[in-house]
């Protein structure tokens, strides 16, 4: 039962228990740039987002996003005139088809740790909830449901 009546100034300075929750520490095999990812992707999320069973598929994602960036730059150094040539369309080729596959590596784990906007979606929030009227056929008059 709670006390009745006015509360002292010194039991409203009293300060509850706070939870203090480490954020997850990266890998010590980690390179500097992919250290790097890591702690953008950690500090993005609440401290509680990733647990320590998270620390494989985050180190997976961090490693992709790390290397889609070094085939990004060589991509954005490849000359021009090596595209007259055979084996400069062949590279260029397995360069951009590398970088896909790391960018749908990338977005899988995304998904799968919920770091994608599909993830945060909230249908009250979105113009497309239920009664928004986003469902409706743009033959449809405001008035009618179906």
Do not use: C
């Not at 009745?4 to 740039?33: I, M, N, Y």
């Not at 992707?41 to 494989?56: C, D, G, I, Y």
């Not at 990338?106 to 994608?116: D, E, G, K, P």
Request: proline share 6%.
């Amino acid at each position: 039962m709670a006390d009745r009546g006015r509360k002292s100034a010194a039991s409203l300075s009293v300060v509850g228990a706070v939870s203090l929750v480490q954020r997850l520490a990266p890998p010590a095999d980690l390179t500097p740039e992919q250290r790097s990812v890591w702690l953008v992707t950690v500090n993005s999320e609440p401290a509680e987002w990733f647990s320590p069973e998270h620390a494989p598929l985050l180190t997976e994602y961090v490693r992709h996003i790390v290397t889609s960036q070094v085939l990004t730059k060589q991509i954005e150094d490849f000359d021009p005139e090596w595209f007259g040539d055979d084996d400069g369309l062949k590279r260029y080729d397995r360069l951009t088809g590398m970088r896909a596959r790391e960018a749908g590596v990338i977005n899988t784990l995304a998904r799968s740790m919920r770091l994608t906007h599909q993830a945060i979606y909230r249908p009250d929030k979105a113009s497309l909830s239920k009664g928004s009227g986003a469902s409706r056929k743009p033959w449809q008059s405001l008035d009618q449901n179906e």
